[in-house]
């Protein structure tokens, strides 16, 4: 009886070894220092805050571009670019935990997690 124990041990561990997923979730907290403070920011079209602050942002192998706006200042649009995740290097006790951690876009994690922005001013249009 201690052999099928060891074994349904062994299937356990194996298939709830997505070490990245489990680790370091599926979200990155990024923080974002705007100027003027009153910006919003958007992600991929979507209105995520006004002014500085942490945004929780979900992994995902789709580009995630953020862009950065107030009246009176030019917008700015940039891709939040992404990296390998090392701590998926744990998975190697087996494949299952791989495979949960690539379906998840944990093997990947957002390569900067603090971004200081400051817009620049439209020019004022000269009066007649």
């Given at each position: 009886m201690n052999r099928f124990k060891f074994l349904i041990l062994?299937?356990?561990?194996?298939?709830?070894?997505?070490c990245a997923t489990i680790f370091t979730g599926v979200n990155d907290?990024?923080?974002?220092?705007?100027q003027p403070e009153n910006a919003q920011i958007f992600i991929n079209g979507k209105h995520?805050?006004?002014g500085s602050g942490?945004?929780?942002v979900r992994r995902s192998y789709k580009k995630k571009?953020?862009?950065i706006k107030t009246e009176?200042?030019?917008?700015?649009?940039?891709?939040?670019?992404?990296?390998?995740?090392?701590v998926t290097?744990?998975?190697c006790i087996g494949t299952y935990g791989f495979i949960v951690d690539v379906c998840t876009a944990s093997v990947l994690k957002y390569k900067e997690a603090y971004y200081d922005i400051e817009l620049t001013k439209l020019p004022e249009e000269k009066k007649e």
């Open positions: 062994i299937v356990v561990v194996s298939l709830l070894s997505s907290k990024i923080y974002f220092s705007v995520c805050r006004d942490e945004i929780k571009l953020v862009t009176g200042y030019v917008d700015q649009t940039f891709r939040l670019d992404m990296c390998f995740n090392a290097i744990l998975n």
